[in-house]
């Protein structure tokens, strides 16, 4: 098992019942770079946003 698989499955785990303030944390990380970039990469952060909270769901579905 690589590093990267034992990391995944740590973050597996804690994602179980906290996916609003994940969700909240990926929104407000979003928000952060926007504003601190102006706005220039705001499609490709929308993006990643958008991956991350598909994720969370995805995973805290399993993890109940």
């Known amino acids: 098992m690589s590093i990267f698989d034992d ?3 740590k973050a597996e785990g804690l994602i179980g019942g906290h996916q609003d303030q994940i969700k909240d944390g990926i929104e407000k990380a979003g928000d952060f770079v926007d504003d601190k970039t102006g706005g ?3 499609d490709k952060v929308d993006g990643v946003q958008q991956s991350a909270s598909d994720y969370v769901d995805g995973h805290g579905q399993a993890a109940n």
């Open 7 to 9: 990391i995944k499955g």
């Open 40 to 42: 220039k990469f705001k």
